[in-house]
């Protein structure tokens, strides 16, 4: 098996493709701006200086939902860069309104299969750091494969932090943190920041979703590694 660790031969996805449901203004969104803000995925590798224009350090959030985080990181650290892999359409769209309607500059989007994005257009200890914030867990037992934090999957991700980077994790799934805080641990590439779960980071934002969950009485665990 090569260094990365990931078969470049068709893999379990942590997603299912599905229709699902857009807005019209996210369809506009999707017509008029992807040529400037996206990225088309050839299984080659990004040059960032040459997709940001800069030399700043890159953030790769995975799964970025409908962008609300994305974009409010964004704007409050103009001096880094950050590329948001997502796979629905309907987010695609509704990250590309919040950028033009904020005027952002410094976040790119690729709409593909994140693994493979990390194994082909990533290159080793190029990232500055992972956000991965309540990907699916996938709750039956049976799908548990479908997991995105599994150990292939996690040492390619440490391999694509560059050492001092860091990866950020967080779910509500106490069975899924569990075994996220295993998976992180055992990858000798990264080192916990605390002790088991961490406090959320001021920089996170709370999401409508993650407030639902807490009202809810749904705890929300926080994971923080470094790369080694």
């Given at each position: 098996?090569?260094e990365?660790?990931?078969s470049?031969?068709?893999?379990?996805?942590?997603?299912?493709?599905?229709?699902?449901?857009?807005?019209?203004?996210?369809?506009?969104?999707?017509?008029?701006?992807?040529?400037?803000?996206?990225?088309?995925?050839?299984?080659?590798?990004?040059?960032?200086?040459?997709?940001?224009?800069?030399?700043n350090?890159?953030?790769?959030?995975?799964g970025?939902?409908?962008?609300?985080?994305?974009?409010?990181?964004?704007?409050?650290?103009?001096?880094?860069?950050?590329?948001?892999?997502?796979?629905?359409?309907?987010?695609?769209?509704?990250?590309?309104?919040?950028?033009?309607?904020?005027?952002?500059?410094?976040?790119?989007?690729?709409?593909?299969?994140a693994?493979?994005?990390?194994?082909?257009?990533?290159?080793?200890?190029?990232?500055q750091?992972?956000?991965?914030?309540?990907?699916?867990?996938?709750?039956?037992?049976?799908?548990?494969?479908?997991?995105?934090?599994?150990?292939?999957?996690?040492?390619?991700l440490?391999?694509?932090i560059?050492?001092?980077?860091?990866?950020?994790?967080?779910?509500?799934?106490?069975?899924?943190?569990?075994?996220?805080?295993?998976?992180?641990?055992?990858?000798?590439?990264?080192?916990?920041?605390?002790?088991?779960?961490?406090?959320?980071p001021?920089?996170?934002?709370?999401?409508?979703?993650?407030?639902?969950?807490?009202?809810?009485?749904?705890?929300?665990?926080?994971?923080?590694?470094?790369?080694?």
């Amino acid at each position: 098996m090569p260094e990365d660790t990931v078969s470049p031969h068709p893999h379990i996805r942590s997603f299912v493709r599905r229709q699902g449901k857009i807005t019209a203004g996210q369809r506009l969104a999707r017509e008029r701006l992807t040529d400037k803000w996206t990225l088309a995925f050839k299984g080659q590798r990004l040059d960032p200086r040459q997709v940001f224009g800069n030399t700043n350090g890159v953030i790769l959030e995975i799964g970025f939902g409908m962008g609300e985080t994305t974009a409010q990181i964004a704007r409050q650290n103009p001096d880094l860069n950050f590329l948001g892999v997502e796979v629905y359409p309907a987010g695609v769209g509704a990250l590309l309104a919040r950028i033009e309607s904020t005027g952002l500059t410094n976040i790119r989007i690729v709409e593909h299969d994140a693994v493979e994005v990390l194994r082909d257009a990533i290159a080793p200890d190029s990232l500055q750091g992972v956000h991965i914030y309540f990907p699916d867990p996938w709750p039956k037992k049976r799908h548990h494969k479908r997991r995105l934090i599994q150990s292939a999957v996690v040492t390619l991700l440490a391999r694509r932090i560059m050492p001092g980077g860091y990866l950020h994790c967080a779910t509500d799934w106490p069975e899924y943190a569990d075994q996220m805080l295993t998976e992180l641990t055992r990858c000798e590439l990264l080192k916990n920041q605390h002790v088991g779960f961490a406090p959320r980071p001021d920089w996170r934002p709370l999401t409508k979703f993650e407030a639902r969950g807490l009202r809810l009485g749904h705890p929300v665990a926080d994971l923080v590694f470094r790369r080694v």
